[in-house]
Nanobody, 119 residues
Framework: QVQLVESGGGSVQAGGSLRLSCGAS????????MAWFRQAPGKEREFLGR????????VYADSTKGRFTISGDYAKNMLYLQMNSLKPEDTAVYSC????????????WGQGTQVTVSS
């Protein structure tokens, strides 16, 4: 299983920005797709977006379009989530995950990093 480690979470005021990072222990066919998810207290886990290394394609959930940007550094095995114009409802634990294809199950997960947005 691929090891994923997130960093960059913290507390920020509404309207602020944060950049989350996710480092993967390997780059292989098992990590061709990497994605960001979040889970707020009492809510289901929410897909935010994904990056496919094979073609560079990024897909975003409607809730994040225009405010969140996913990027990656292939050479460093790093995935990033730039979050702008943060809102209190963005408060959640943010996790990265990896899958073999865009339609496969995400079978590697990081431990998550807490993001708290205050009004």
């Amino acid at each position: 299983q691929v090891q994923l480690v997130e960093s960059g979470g913290g507390s920020v005021q509404a309207g602020g920005s944060l950049r989350l990072s996710c480092g993967a222990s390997e780059r292989s066919w098992r990590t061709d797709v990497m994605a960001w998810f979040r889970q707020a207290p009492g809510k289901e886990r929410e897909f935010l977006g994904r990056l496919s290394w094979s073609d560079g394609d990024t897909v975003y959930a409607d809730s994040t379009k225009g405010r969140f940007t996913i990027s990656g550094d292939y050479a460093k095995n790093m995935l990033y989530l730039q979050m702008n114009s943060l809102k209190p409802e963005d408060t959640a634990v943010y996790s990265c995950a990896a899958a073999r294809t865009p339609y496969a199950t995400y079978d590697s997960w990081g431990q998550g990093t807490q993001v708290t947005v205050s009004s």
